[in-house]
């Protein structure tokens, strides 16, 4: 939940791999992300649409939780946002603030009180949503889901009714999964990142940067921020209470991180080089190469030329974070940024389809889905929702893409089981590897296409 465990993927060129060489792609490409947690495929296709200027694509999201959804667009908004109102790099510090901290910075709650107004507008009104963002599309989603929708919206904004301690959650599970080892935390959070995420692959992150998001929940910190404000897309199961709201406090994955997604790679090998295993940059400083890029292309539409001087190089730095400011209370008298209320960057071939929460367990039975995706991707932990009868949502041409938990802190064991899960479903739906399995490496992502189409 909140974000996935594999790279962001750019799905139309993973399609272009299985089409021949000499094989044009289809006009329209159908997307299913079922379950992917977060919009970083969707950010990596879009940062990329440039390059295929007659290709249309429709991405349709499907996640089994209201809230997932509403932080789908808020960090989509970030990235289509007019370049009159946030610069390339005020975007990409934005984006990673609300997509990987537990504490904000005060311009990013007062950014994310904004949208949620602008957000209400939007999924109350399909003709503002069309001139505002018309990149999405909210047609499958029922009255009540459009209701829970302006519910979320309204608690992002600050208001001292909307109260979300989410530093206090955050340190209460995790004295609860810790137990009697809490007053050895230090140790126990070096362990996982030693023993478990970098022995399964995920070398770029540093230790300080781990062990600090698992103290804090942030994961992202640069000198020149400081974070204390509550970030309210983490609420799940919010249910209004007189005119506050009830949540579920604190969920969601705390043990891996939002590292994996934009901060495990990136095309300049001098990011990646270490000595001694002591990394010369941050994930967070290949986060923000990363992200930076995405903003740039999806804005200026043409490729992106790396600049040194465009991030930061904190690898080997112990930087100090001082005490965090935790003011959950989110008072009215905070600050409001501008109103963010200009039209989205159009992307006139890209169309984001919101899924109905109920549509996720009976996609197959759905007659408009069906023989529907060129492309499917299965995030790991929806692998087990995939009903009997999935398939007839397929094309015959589609490509599937099944998350595996190679970049997270499972033990090896529990990884090869879920591995072997895949490949009995592949198995049993008579599936081709696309993947090369013979070559000895690991693979965050396998893929895979029907056998009558070799």
Not at 372 to 389: H, P
Not at 421 to 443: D, G, M, P, R, W
């Amino acid at each position: 939940m909140f974000w996935g465990f594999c790279e962001a993927l750019n799905f139309v060129q993973e399609y272009r791999k299985i089409i021949p060489t000499d094989g044009p792609l289809p006009e329209c490409l159908d997307i299913l992300l079922f379950g992917s947690g977060d919009p970083r495929h969707i950010l990596a296709i879009a940062s990329q649409l440039f390059l295929y200027p007659k290709l249309k694509v429709n991405l349709y999201l499907a996640e089994g939780c209201i809230e997932l959804l509403a932080r789908h667009m808020v960090l989509l908004t970030i990235a289509f946002e007019d370049p009159t109102l946030l610069s390339l790099k005020g975007k990409t510090h934005l984006f990673m603030d609300i997509y990987g901290n537990n504490l904000i910075r005060p311009f990013s709650s007062a950014y994310l009180s904004s949208k949620g107004r602008e957000l209400t507008g939007i999924v109350t009104d399909l003709e503002y949503a069309q001139r505002q963002a018309p990149i999405f599309n909210y047609e499958a989603l029922r009255y009540k889901e459009r209701d829970q929708l302006e519910n979320v919206f309204r608690f992002w904004t600050n208001a001292p009714e909307h109260v979300f301690n989410i530093a206090r959650y955050w340190e209460d599970r995790q004295r609860t999964q810790l137990g009697v080892r809490y007053d050895h935390r230090n140790g126990a959070f070096d362990w996982d990142l030693q023993m478990r995420l970098r022995e399964n692959g995920a070398k770029q992150i540093c230790p300080q940067e781990y062990k600090h998001w698992r103290e804090t929940g942030i994961a992202f910190t640069f000198p020149e921020y400081e974070q204390s404000d509550p970030n309210k897309t983490f609420a799940v199961g919010l249910v209004r209470n007189g005119k506050g709201f009830l949540h579920r406090g604190s969920v969601g994955d705390n043990m891996t991180g939002p590292y994996i997604a934009f901060g495990h790679k990136c095309a300049e090998e001098r990011l990646s080089r270490s000595k001694h295993g002591v990394n010369d940059f941050r994930s967070t400083d290949v986060t923000e190469r990363n992200v930076l890029q995405i903003m740039y292309e999806i804005q200026e539409r043409q490729p992106y030329c790396f600049d040194p001087k465009d991030i930061h190089r904190f690898g080997s730095h112990q930087l100090d974070t001082g005490k965090n400011l935790n003011k959950h209370d989110a008072r009215t008298e905070l600050f409001e940024a501008a109103r963010y209320n200009k039209p989205l960057l159009r992307c006139d071939n890209l169309t984001v389809h919101f899924l109905s929460v109920e549509d996720v367990l009976r996609m197959h039975e759905l007659d408009r889905f069906a023989a529907k995706f060129d492309t499917v991707f299965v995030a790991s932990n929806y692998l087990g929702l995939l009903q009997s009868g999935f398939n007839r949502t397929w094309k015959e041409t589609c490509l599937l893409c099944f998350e595996t938990r190679q970049l997270t802190v499972f033990a090896k064991e529990e990884i090869k089981q879920h591995t072997e899960k895949i490949k009995a479903y592949a198995q049993k739906e008579s599936l081709a590897a696309v993947t090369n399995f013979s070559i000895n490496k690991t693979h965050s992502v396998l893929f895979y296409k029907q056998i009558s189409n070799m």
